[in-house]
């Protein structure tokens, strides 16, 4: 049976009449790999978001930069970096910071379990549906990895006159940063509006 | 690849009791420490030190209840767990500039750490914190000197016996009906047996000026350390007695008799056994 395919690199619509295993299809115009549906995207999608979820605590409760200086230490959370750009009056910074580095994230790795989870759930598909609205509203303001950036510079800069190490908490940001980017990869949004009939017949 | 999938969450939950673990299994204890005046100490920043190296650090400084003291929490690390016993004495170092001494300068830029003198009595995670630097734990021969005067003497004023540093002032303090200067001195161990009950102590601190007509002016000064912090001399008899035992009380003449002088016993001075000089207690501290 011919089923109709989108290419996801240059939007052709495409015919795919039936495909024997273990082939791949190309796409007529762009010749890049075409799939009616990602495999294993449910099963992913939920492995590394749930795995990013639960990394979320530690990575924001733990510090992820600690600063010496001739004997003075301090340890900085996230959120305690962003208290002190609001302290220094920095309130712009400060509410974007929080948005892109606390809020944003959080949404969607919470976002991206729930549809995953929920996904053969009859039912549900408006929820999916609003869902996934939201996650594509704050993906642009996602941008946990602008930290990660920001703890490099301050080791490489500040190095000559303080010793600035990774704290504790920044294994956990990084894996949180990466899971968050596998989660998102391995989402086929295309799900969210098969029926559950459909999804086995993907698996 | 599917079945592995559930080994990334699992993963992840590894690392968080992992965590966990640092937090509360590999920690060493919480203690809490009593002082009068906390200044410039920094909650979640300032440091503990034993020996130069970091052992703890401070949470929260909080006010008792009762506003009399400050509650200060600080985490020891794991391996130094073994100083949080009865008799450890805890203060904060600060940059003191004194004459005759300078100390905790480092404490300038760095801010001020507390530093432990451990003790060796049961676990405990309560103390009280004390106001100075203990003098070190080092025995001596404990002496009382009355005067009518304190002089320029201050606590760590020098003891010289010719000249040579062999102990050091403790404390001074008003004699009971506040009629004379009672300063409580100590001999080092090693030199304890130079002190006998009739040997003769003099201030030797600040300048002696005489002027007379005939042996013309005289300026006599004990070193140039005692010139500023003060000093106390002795000397003993050549004509020896018994040696002076702790608590021995003596009197602190203003200066020194010109017979005094020539006196030159022999003494001899048998070597201390290593084990009571250095008699720093190191108790139950973990191998790092």
């Known amino acids: ?203 | 690849m599917n079945r592995w999938l559930g080994l990334i969450p699992l993963a992840a939950l590894l690392l968080c009791g992992w965590y966990l673990c640092q937090d509360y299994l590999f920690k060493g204890p919480v203690i809490t420490i009593y002082f009068q005046n906390v200044e410039g100490l920094q909650e979640n920043n300032s440091l503990l030190q034993y020996r130069g190296e970091s052992i703890g650090e401070i949470q929260t400084l909080k006010l008792t209840a009762d506003h009399q003291l400050v509650a200060v929490r600080a985490r020891l690390d794991a391996t130094a767990t073994g100083l949080a016993r009865q008799g450890a004495v805890f203060w904060i170092v600060r940059p003191e500039l004194k004459p005759g001494s300078v100390s905790g300068l480092g404490t300038l830029v760095s801010g001020n750490f507390i530093n432990v003198q451990p003790g060796d009595g049961a676990p405990t995670n309560v103390f009280t914190g004390a106001e100075k630097e203990p003098l070190a734990p080092i025995p001596g021969l404990e002496l009382m000197l009355r005067a009518p005067k304190l002089g320029s003497l201050q606590p760590r004023s020098p003891v010289f016996y010719r000249e040579i540093k062999v102990g050091e002032v403790e404390s001074c303090r008003l004699g009971e009906d506040a009629r004379e200067v009672v300063i409580q001195v100590r001999v080092e161990a090693e030199y304890a047996p130079l002190v006998r009950v009739n040997s003769k102590f003099w201030n030797a601190g600040g300048i002696n000026f005489h002027f007379g007509l005939f042996s013309g002016a005289n300026l006599t000064a004990e070193s140039a350390q005692t010139l500023i912090s003060g000093g106390i001399s002795f000397a003993t008899p050549t004509a020896l007695e018994s040696v002076a035992t702790n608590g021995t009380e003596f009197v602190l003449n203003e200066t020194a008799d010109a017979a005094w002088a020539t006196w030159s016993p022999a003494i001899p001075l048998q070597a201390v056994p290593e084990a009571m000089i250095n008699k720093t207690p190191m108790p139950g501290l973990g191998t790092k």
């Open chain 1, 1 to 203: 049976m011919d089923q109709l395919v989108a290419c996801q690199t240059c939007g052709l619509v495409q015919a795919v009449g039936g495909v024997p295993k273990d082939s791949v299809v190309k796409c007529a115009r762009c010749h890049f790999q075409i799939f009616h549906r990602r495999r294993h995207s449910r099963a992913r999608t939920l492995a590394f978001s749930l795995a990013a979820l639960i990394l979320y605590i530690p990575s924001n409760y733990y510090p992820v930069v600690s600063a010496e200086y001739e004997g003075h230490h301090s340890e900085t959370t996230i959120f305690q970096g962003i208290r002190s750009l609001y302290a220094h009056q920095q309130y712009f910074i400060a509410a974007l910071m929080f948005g892109t580095s606390i809020l944003s994230p959080m949404l969607k790795i919470i976002g991206l379990v729930f549809l995953a989870a929920t996904l053969d759930w009859p039912g549900w598909e408006k929820s999916r549906n609003w869902v996934y609205q939201i996650i594509r509203l704050i993906d642009p303001w996602n941008m946990l990895e602008v930290f990660l950036l920001a703890i490099c510079v301050s080791m490489v800069e500040i190095g000559e006159i303080a010793t600035v190490h990774p704290g504790r908490g920044v294994f956990a940001f990084a894996a949180v940063v990466l899971l968050t980017l596998l989660a998102t990869l391995s989402f086929d949004s295309r799900l969210i509006w098969d029926s559950p009939a459909d999804q086995k017949h993907y698996e």
